[in-house]
């Protein structure tokens, strides 16, 4: 069970939250499903700050073996928003291929 927390979203400008929250809404629906058969109870947090014109927007799950962390800055949000998620992704997927030792892994030799 994944469970969301977006911090700051005040400082998100008013025509983005709501489609700054979908985005979020979305990608926590792939990690509910990739974190299915999972032991531990996660957190995704997600976090913006912003600075002169520049947002930044970090994201974070505390895994078994350690805790993953990511941070994106730009301009605009939501594209911050978007590149993040795809490299949290990234790194989530092989955080968790490590945990399984997936790489252990070898197949049997046909005869």
């Known amino acids: 069970m994944v469970k969301l927390i977006i911090k700051n979203l005040k400082e998100i400008e008013e025509p983005f939250r709501k489609e700054f929250e979908e985005i979020c809404q979305e990608k926590l ?3 509910q499903n990739l974190f299915k058969k999972y032991d531990k109870d996660l957190t ?3 976090i913006v700050n912003k600075s002169a014109k520049t947002y930044t927007v970090s994201a974070s799950i ?3 073996s350690k805790k993953v962390l990511i941070a994106e800055e730009n301009k ?3 594209k911050a928003l978007r590149n993040l998620f795809n ?3 990234k ?3 092989r955080q968790y291929e ?3 030792k997936d ?3 070898k197949r049997k030799n046909r005869r």
């Open 87 to 89: 490299e949290f992704k």
């Open 76 to 78: 605009d949000v939501l």
């Open 62 to 64: 505390d895994l078994k």
């Open 44 to 46: 995704l947090e997600v």
């Open 103 to 105: 790489y252990e892994y």
């Open 29 to 31: 629906d792939f990690y």
């Open 98 to 100: 490590l945990e399984r």
């Open 91 to 93: 790194a989530v997927k």
